[in-house]
């Protein structure tokens, strides 16, 4: 077994070099492979098997090798894998053996932002998506052509990536085992800072001090912006100290940026009347639901106006904008009933989407339910029961385990008794065949169903529509 050492290596655009990923196939590292093709890197890599994204990339010029072999490291200047890839992967050994430099794929990411003159990074919990999405709608809706990075599909990039200018780089900025600690962001948005992947951090202490890290990554200049939800508790241990330019944004009286005036239409999409530094600027149209967008908007309205976009543009972007795919994606109709799907896998993301939900046109509100890890169902335990509660019945599939094992002794039926105590009406059923079989037995006309979860729990909603 050897040991992993990572060599320090600089991505330059003005000097392209020979890269090669391990697992090219994957929809970030492909989207990154993408954008050194196009500003003349040379690039190779390998995976398991065939797909779009690899076939794509060979098409624009990549080579691309099956499976993963040591022979298909041909001396590249960097080679370049994600946290999946172990040590003694064949191609990983290959290259330490060679003496090759190598980069985790957040260390590539982190390279490739030093290539623009604004670097924009859009952190937090949870919300990165939807408002990377925002900024993204936004920014070509104003011809700004942004070079993108997003965690989703988004329909008006035909996908996660896109290749623009060299002025703006838009990306998500994950918080998981730290991987935003190694991008260069010149203007960074925090949208929430909550209790989330204790399988890697130990508490909300050890979080928040990573944000805090995160933040100082900004230039300490007036090159730096953070936008910056005031609303996140005590947030002079955030800001305190800092040199670059801070902009707020929020529900309370404090912040930079505020919404007045909510209301929603008869499908919970809000409007509301923009304040900015106390002046009135109008009223803004959202095309998603749910007041948690609000918020959402308010920190990509903050990008836009710090990039100079004229606000017609941004209200135009935001109408038009419905979401990305799994962000209460309405599904269809099955026997008269409407199926939604979402990826809400926190508890506040839960309560987000549910509140949103009974806005929404229905009779009695449905969720299926499918927790993501044992270390977060655990954690989160009374939470998640809380949240849930606010459906009208709650379907619970077993956990979905992703990356773990179930070393802390935790089921989807211990859940299931916790909303239960929550004065919750509530089902464990463990296959989704058999979700699927109760829920035609007893959803009906006029309900609404809302599959959730960030494991396959979507599956069953595309079974029942195809029935």
């Not at 700004?144 to 780089?169: E, Q």
């Not at 959202?286 to 903050?302: C, D, K, P, Q, R």
């Not at 309560?351 to 339910?369: C, D, Q, R, S």
Request: with cysteine.
């Amino acid at each position: 077994m050897f040991k992993e050492v990572v060599f320090m290596y600089q991505i330059d655009f003005k000097k392209p070099c020979s890269v090669h990923f391990i697992g090219i196939g994957g929809i970030s590292m492909s989207g990154l492979a993408e954008i050194l093709i196009s500003e003349g890197f040379k690039v190779s890599g390998s995976d398991m098997k065939s797909s779009e994204l690899t076939e794509h990339l060979a098409k624009i010029g990549a080579k691309i090798s099956y499976p993963q072999a040591a022979d298909n490291i041909e001396d590249p200047d960097v080679v370049v894998y994600t946290a999946a890839i172990h040590p003694d992967n064949p191609e990983f050994r290959a290259a330490l053996i060679k003496g090759i430099p190598m980069m985790p794929r957040a260390e590539l990411l982190g390279e490739l932002m030093n290539n623009y003159e604004d670097a924009i990074n859009v952190a937090g919990t949870h919300g990165k998506t939807t408002t990377t999405s925002m900024i993204t709608e936004i920014f070509m809706e104003a011809k700004a052509d942004p070079t993108v990075t997003v965690g989703g599909i988004l329909d008006s990039i035909g996908g996660n990536i896109r290749v623009g200018g060299s002025k703006y780089f838009i990306a998500e900025a994950c918080e998981y085992t730290n991987s935003f600690l190694s991008f260069f962001p010149t203007t960074a948005v925090v949208l929430n800072v909550e209790a989330d992947h204790l399988d890697f951090f130990k508490d909300i202490s050890d979080i928040r001090n990573s944000f805090r890290h995160f933040i100082g990554r900004l230039p300490q200049n007036d090159r730096g912006l953070l936008i910056f939800n005031g609303d996140i508790e005590d947030p002079d241990f955030f800001l305190k100290g800092l040199k670059c330019r801070v902009v707020t944004f929020g529900h309370s009286e404090g912040n930079d940026l505020r919404a007045e005036d909510i209301s929603y239409d008869s499908f919970a999409r809000p409007s509301y009347e923009l304040i900015v530094r106390g002046e009135r600027k109008g009223r803004i149209e959202l095309g998603v639901t749910g007041e948690h967008n609000v918020y959402n908007s308010l920190a990509a309205i903050a990008v836009a106006l710090n990039a100079g976009i004229e606000l017609d543009s941004v209200k135009r972007a935001l109408k038009r904008f419905s979401g990305t795919e799994r962000r209460f994606q309405i599904k269809g109709e099955v026997r008269g009933f409407t199926i939604i799907d979402d990826y809400a896998h926190h508890p506040q993301e839960i309560e987000a989407t549910l509140k949103a939900a009974k806005m929404y046109p229905h009779k009695k509100l449905w969720v299926i339910f499918q927790p993501h890890t044992y270390t977060r169902t655990k954690a989160l335990m009374d939470d998640f029961a809380k949240a849930l509660s606010l459906a009208d019945e709650v379907i619970l599939a077993d956990i979905y385990a992703a990356r773990e094992k179930n070393e802390v002794g935790v089921s989807s039926g211990d859940l299931a008794e916790k909303i239960r105590l929550s004065g919750g009406s509530v089902n464990y059923i463990r296959s989704f065949e058999e979700i699927e079989d109760f829920v035609l037995k007893n959803v009906q006309e006029g309900d609404l169903l809302i599959t959730m979860g960030a494991g396959d729990v979507v599956n069953i909603g595309e079974k029942l529509l195809s029935m």
